[in-house]
């Protein structure tokens, strides 16, 4: 990491009573750069996070923002965006965006991020008859409102539909390009793959992995997967040097060489009329580290 | 600061004033209880019936005068005569009995209520009392009423109106994201007892003036004087409502202690009847209550045109206990429903 962190977080630690939501973790998060936390429901990330916005109080350790602890010029400064938040009932989104602009002293202007958002149309509408993925642009809007250095972004995609998940994506990503520093949880590989610059795995409170994306996948794999339908594999698994493994109605092979498996497959007389190819993936990195699925 | 409250007040106000339901209720509840009161005491303009004994203690010694044996008469201890007889003036009491030293009874000559008292302690065979006239003019049940019946829809207002809000936010994670913004607990309460208090004082005064022409109600004092202690006492019955709620996250929970507080006021704060030679711990407790010194400053404004010398230490109490509730409420405070 070259530039200097603009959040550091040192040996957080969280207990409530019976449960050890995060446990010992630590990590620094570079300016500039969007920073995911992974991990499947329980595992600590909402918790690091929330300690990390000055919302929840750690029981152990420090989070330093520009190399100090928090203090009032930190909320001025950053932007959240939670799991779940409810709006205050009977106000249109513009009332809503006004009230929260005027929470703040440095902001940003207001016509910009309701186009950034796409709110232009539903300004005068009011919060409770917003879809899904409309009130989450509010929440993003909301959480842009005071031209943020930090953007919190919690699990914001949760619940959407695939269209109004990428479309979000394509938000964040405009919102990348202005060089915000972005910290984003999430239990979606391929939002993670796709947004994230650096990302740590957490599982039981404790980081398991971190790096990027690619660097990760390249640590722990260096083979490719062939998929084939169940019925098509017609021979013997014993037959071939490389893993085969059954479920779900497919048979998957984990393959160092793809050209000498195609050749080997062929010999056979395995029809490859329905071979998919794919590379590994975030969420079978967290199966290999873990032992189970990253999504509930 | 004052921007940040002022974004809280105008959106708080926003979503009251576009709740039709819950602003039609604020407006209609106490039209309602008022006309009910008037129409059950149309008929009734007598003033209260009571018989009170000077005395330091509250033990009537009812052998030391064959009338206080009478039935169907409440009889109670007084302290203090000048009080007592300003009372007699009002028709508030019909009769004053002083019987250590000189024995001597007080009934004002313009009350038919006296009037009978006076011949029923004459025909009662004890030793003769000396006879002391007051006058003044009456006070009817409804004029003693209607502060009584504002002041309570005002105390239920403004603990509901404020708490269940407050929880709500809670509850729902709005707080939550406020409290990710700069804005200070202290900020956010005061947004809300402004907004509460600007809607209460707004429905206080449109009832109190409506009321007040349809029913010929009492003023005898200062309008802006009265206008005063209904905002101080508003400020402190939200303040209380605010304590109250401050970690609360549960409707259920709030509904319970808002009620635990609200009960105790309608009943022991003088909203239906005076707490006048009732129990002298109960009294005590009304004390504590703040719509107890709404009520006695409101209704000496009301009724016997007092200024502010007669009623500064009820406004000193509203006062303090404004101050110490937001305090309290203030430190407190909890943003979230989970912490």
């Known amino acids: 990491m070259t530039q200097p962190p603009i959040l550091d977080v040192r040996d957080l630690h969280k207990r409530y009573p019976g449960v050890v939501a995060v446990d010992g973790v630590s990590f620094s998060i570079a300016k500039g750069t969007c920073f995911g936390l992974l991990g499947p429901n329980g595992a600590g990330k909402t918790t690091t996070v929330e300690i990390m916005e000055g919302i929840t109080e750690a029981t152990a350790g420090e989070v330093r923002y520009r190399g100090a602890p928090h203090d009032r010029r930190f909320r001025e400064e950053i932007g959240i965006q939670f799991q779940t938040t409810a709006l205050q009932d009977f106000l249109t989104v513009k009332e809503t965006l006004e009230l929260f602009h005027r929470l703040y002293e440095h902001t940003a202007n207001l016509n910009e991020i309701v186009e950034v958002c796409a709110l232009e149309e539903l300004l005068a509408r009011d919060n409770r008859k917003l879809s899904g993925g409309q009130r989450q642009r509010l929440l993003l809007a909301l959480a842009l409102l005071n031209d943020p250095k930090v953007l919190f972004l919690d699990e914001p995609t949760t619940g959407l539909d695939p269209q109004s998940r990428r479309n979000f994506w394509q938000l964040i990503e405009r919102i990348k390009q202005q060089k915000k520093t972005i910290v984003l949880t999430t239990h979606y590989m391929e939002e993670a793959y796709r947004l994230c610059d650096e990302i740590i795995i957490m599982d039981h409170g404790k980081i398991i992995a971190e790096g990027s994306p690619a660097e990760l996948l390249a640590e722990h794999f260096d083979e490719t997967i062939l998929q084939l339908p169940a019925e098509d594999f017609t021979a013997s698994a014993d037959r071939f040097p490389f893993t085969v493994l059954y479920g779900n109605g497919c048979v998957e092979m984990s393959i160092r060489d793809v050209d000498e498996a195609i050749k080997q497959l062929q010999q056979q007389g395995i029809s490859l009329q329905r071979l998919e190819i794919r590379p590994r993936t975030l969420d079978d990195l967290f199966l290999e580290l873990t032992g189970k699925e990253l999504r509930p | 600061m004052i921007r940040r409250l ?334």
């Open chain 2, 6 to 339: 002022l974004a809280i007040l105008h959106a708080r106000n926003m979503e009251f004033l576009r709740d039709r339901s819950s602003l039609s209720w604020n407006l209609l509840v106490p039209i309602l209880l008022v006309l009910g009161m008037a129409w059950i005491f149309w008929e009734d303009d007598r003033p209260l019936f009571k018989v009170a004994i000077l005395g330091q203690t509250q033990q009537i010694d009812r052998g030391a005068h064959p009338f206080l044996s009478t039935r169907h008469i409440h009889f109670y201890t007084v302290r203090h005569e000048q009080e007592a007889l300003h009372k007699v003036s009002r028709h508030q009491i019909d009769m004053l009995i002083r019987l250590d030293g000189i024995h001597t009874y007080w009934i004002n000559a313009d009350s038919p209520r006296g009037y009978i008292l006076e011949k029923m302690l004459l025909g009662s065979g004890g030793a003769p009392l000396k006879k002391a006239a007051v006058s003044g003019s009456p006070v009817r049940y409804i004029d003693w009423l209607l502060p009584g019946v504002l002041g309570m829809n005002m105390m239920f207002s403004c603990l509901f109106g404020v708490g269940f809000v407050v929880v709500r936010y809670r509850k729902n994670g709005f707080l939550k994201r406020l409290n990710a913004t700069p804005l200070r607990a202290v900020e956010f309460l005061s947004a809300q007892i402004a907004s509460r208090l600007v809607i209460t004082l707004t429905s206080v005064v449109l009832v109190f003036w409506g009321m007040g022409a349809f029913l010929n109600i009492r003023m005898d004092g200062s309008y802006l004087l009265l206008f005063m202690v209904a905002a101080l006492g508003a400020v402190s019955i939200i303040a209380l409502a605010l304590v109250a709620t401050s970690r609360v996250s549960s409707e259920e929970l709030a509904s319970g202690l808002l009620n635990f507080l609200g009960w105790p006021m309608m009943l022991l704060s003088g909203v239906w009847f005076s707490m006048e030679g009732t129990n002298e711990f109960l009294q005590a407790i009304a004390q504590l209550l703040p719509l107890t010194h709404v009520l006695e400053a409101a209704r000496a404004i009301m009724i016997d045109g007092y200024g502010w010398a007669h009623i500064a230490e009820n406004v000193m109490v509203l006062v303090v206990m404004g101050a110490v509730f937001m305090g309290l409420g203030a430190v407190l405070f909890k943003w979230r429903a989970d912490s």
